[in-house]
């Protein structure tokens, strides 16, 4: 099968291109990947977020349908910026987060740089002096995998302190894994974060491994969620949306929580009329 050869992969390449099997390949899946980018258009969109109050309680509505140009952006902004507000639906459910699996390696290295800062060479540098002081399993795993024995070691030391799962948690495996030693854990849950004596950076991580593993094991977090559908005066749909944590599980224990764990609503009901909060005001 033919095919061009773009000016990008002739500056990197030079015009002599080894025609080899194994070279062919890469050579095709480079200019492919070359074509994808050279033929890709950015999809523009305006996102429209509107604030409104209700008895001086504000908070952010989104304009529901996608805007694609700054002329329909405009016009928008143009209604929204006179229209009046009202409440038509209010739909309320209950969610539930689970607690995320024990740590692989890569979960480990990513968590660590976002909440210690520390690059992923320092992360395992860290990591296997802790596992050659005997505190943590092997650290070089790609598996989520717990033994039994462990998990009923980390359940029954959940009961005397929290509310326990009824059934352990398990946590399906990723196709691609070899899942040849368990996750990262502690080995003796006893050692707790705040009585260990290591280095500053070995507590920093030990603390990090100590808390995800019991977690995992912990129930899940309940959130009360509402979602607002407000109509503006021009026929204009926007939607409003909450969430608050009402039974905090296994985030008694871990602070991985998102923005979106506490965002309140003031209390809506259909029909309510709303009040447009001008910007800076």
Same mark, same amino acid.
Not at 72 to 78: L, P, V
Not at 113 to 120: H, I, S
Not at 235 to 260: E, F, P
């Given at each position: 099968?033919?095919? +061009?050869?773009?000016?990008?992969? +002739? &500056?990197?390449?030079?015009?002599?291109?080894?025609?080899?099997?194994?070279?062919?390949?890469?050579?095709?899946?480079?200019?492919?990947? !070359?074509?994808?980018?050279?033929?890709?258009?950015?999809?523009?969109?305006?996102?429209?977020?509107?604030?409104?109050?209700?008895?001086?309680? &504000?908070?952010?509505?989104?304009?529901?349908? %996608?805007?694609?140009?700054?002329?329909?952006?405009?016009?928008? %902004?143009?209604?929204?910026?006179?229209?009046?507000?009202?409440?038509?639906?209010?739909?309320? !459910?209950?969610?539930?987060?689970?607690?995320?699996?024990?740590?692989?390696?890569?979960?480990?290295?990513?968590?660590?740089?976002?909440?210690?800062?520390?690059?992923?060479?320092?992360? +395992?540098?860290?990591?296997?002096?802790?596992? !050659?002081?005997?505190?943590?399993?092997?650290?070089?795993?790609?598996?989520?995998? *717990?033994?039994? @024995?462990?998990?009923?070691?980390?359940?029954?030391?959940?009961?005397?302190?929290?509310?326990?799962?009824?059934?352990?948690?398990?946590?399906?495996?990723?196709?691609?894994?070899?899942?040849?030693?368990?996750?990262?854990?502690?080995?003796?849950?006893?050692?707790?974060?705040?009585?260990?004596?290591?280095?500053?950076? @070995?507590?920093?991580?030990?603390?990090?491994?100590?808390?995800?593993?019991?977690? *995992?094991? +912990?129930?899940?977090?309940?959130?009360?969620?509402?979602?607002?559908?407000?109509?503006?005066?021009?026929?204009?749909?926007?939607?409003?949306?909450?969430?608050?944590?009402?039974?905090?599980?296994?985030? *008694?224990?871990?602070?991985?929580?998102?923005?979106?764990?506490?965002?309140?609503?003031? !209390?809506?009901?259909?029909?309510?009329?709303?009040?447009?909060?001008?910007?800076?005001?």
């Amino acid at each position: 099968v033919g095919f +061009m050869v773009s000016p990008f992969i +002739m &500056e990197v390449f030079g015009p002599k291109l080894s025609a080899g099997r194994v070279q062919s390949v890469a050579l095709r899946l480079i200019v492919d990947r !070359e074509i994808e980018i050279e033929n890709f258009k950015p999809d523009e969109y305006w996102p429209i977020n509107v604030s409104l109050a209700k008895n001086k309680d &504000e908070f952010i509505a989104k304009y529901l349908n %996608k805007v694609t140009n700054k002329i329909d952006a405009t016009n928008i %902004k143009s209604d929204l910026d006179k229209d009046t507000y009202q409440i038509t639906e209010i739909v309320s !459910e209950q969610e539930f987060k689970r607690p995320f699996p024990p740590f692989t390696t890569s979960t480990l290295q990513q968590l660590a740089a976002r909440k210690l800062g520390f690059p992923a060479a320092k992360t +395992m540098k860290v990591a296997q002096s802790l596992y !050659e002081s005997g505190i943590v399993t092997y650290i070089r795993t790609d598996s989520i995998r *717990s033994s039994t @024995e462990a998990i009923q070691t980390v359940r029954d030391w959940i009961k005397i302190k929290y509310d326990l799962p009824e059934k352990p948690n398990f946590y399906a495996a990723k196709d691609q894994a070899q899942d040849a030693h368990e996750a990262i854990r502690p080995t003796d849950i006893e050692k707790l974060p705040n009585i260990f004596f290591g280095s500053d950076d @070995e507590k920093k991580l030990y603390n990090l491994i100590w808390k995800r593993f019991v977690a *995992s094991q +912990m129930k899940a977090a309940t959130y009360d969620t509402i979602a607002a559908t407000i109509k503006s005066s021009s026929g204009h749909i926007l939607k409003a949306y909450g969430r608050v944590l009402k039974y905090k599980g296994w985030l *008694s224990i871990s602070d991985d929580k998102d923005d979106k764990d506490n965002v309140i609503l003031p !209390e809506l009901a259909v029909g309510d009329n709303l009040v447009l909060v001008p910007p800076g005001v």
